[in-house]
């Protein structure tokens, strides 16, 4: 993929974020490379999810050098760099603060099998101990251990982040966890949470496994016709 399509699919990223309601203010940020490369395209700080253009996207490498772009790197880049050092098989990492994550992320509460979306992630879920921003290369260590060889990992008191082996996935995937936490807190709602057995999550995994790679596209392409991309992709 060429650094105009990693720019182009970041800002479709933020967009598709922003508009299944992971905005806060101007923070978050979704960053993507090729397979192994040390050059990593991230939204840049001062803008929110919903104004990011393709020109808005700057370049750094592992080391949180600034490469390419005119707007400003944001502070918690080792969130991104570490992950991206420690697993070369990941190509986006979204970082965000969605409300449901965010108040799983400041209660003691385990993440439970309760849809369809929770299946997504029986794998595991990672989680960093601490509330501060990952802002130095120690923090970002840390939260990449924590993170493991899953696909997210919650931060407490904070958001969450998801690495993933493409943009859409990794979107999907951000969007999946806060679903599943939000169903989890509203079936909490009618009583004792009686989530999925584990014998069906099974079942469901390996269904789903079979389909992923299409169950992924068909989805992107829905999120971006309800963003208001998908047309402006054909006019180009």
């Known amino acids: 993929m060429s650094d105009t399509e990693l720019r182009r699919m970041v800002s479709h990223a933020c967009k598709v974020l922003y508009a299944a309601g992971q905005e806060h203010f101007y923070l978050g940020h979704v960053s993507a490379r090729e397979p192994g490369s040390a050059k990593i395209w991230v939204k840049p700080s001062g803008l929110g999810l919903g104004e990011i253009e393709p020109d808005d996207v700057v370049a750094c490498d592992l080391d949180a050098r600034q490469l390419e772009g005119k707007r400003a790197l944001h502070h918690e880049m080792p969130i991104h760099t570490e992950i991206y050092r420690r697993r070369p098989d990941v190509t986006c990492v979204v970082h965000t603060h969605p409300f449901h994550t965010a108040a799983y992320a400041s209660a003691d509460a385990e993440f439970q099998m309760v849809s369809q979306d929770s299946v997504l992630f029986a794998g595991g879920v990672g989680h960093y101990d ?44 951000a969007l999946s966890f806060d679903r599943s936490l939000r169903m989890q807190h509203a079936a909490g709602q009618f009583g004792a949470v009686d989530p999925i057995p584990e014998h069906e999550v099974n079942e469901m995994i390996d269904y789903f496994t079979a389909s992923y790679g299409g169950r992924i596209q068909t989805t992107w392409n829905y999120l971006l016709r309800q963003a208001g991309l998908a047309a402006r992709d054909d006019a180009q």
Do not use: C, M, P, Y
Request: aromatic fraction near 2%; hydrophobic fraction near 50%; avoid cysteine.
């Open 130 to 173: 601490s509330a501060t921003l990952v802002v130095t290369r120690e923090q970002g260590e840390r939260l990449a251990t924590a993170l493991g060889d899953t696909n997210a990992v919650v931060l407490k008191n904070h958001g969450i982040a998801i690495a993933d082996q493409s943009v859409e996935g990794a979107v999907f995937l």
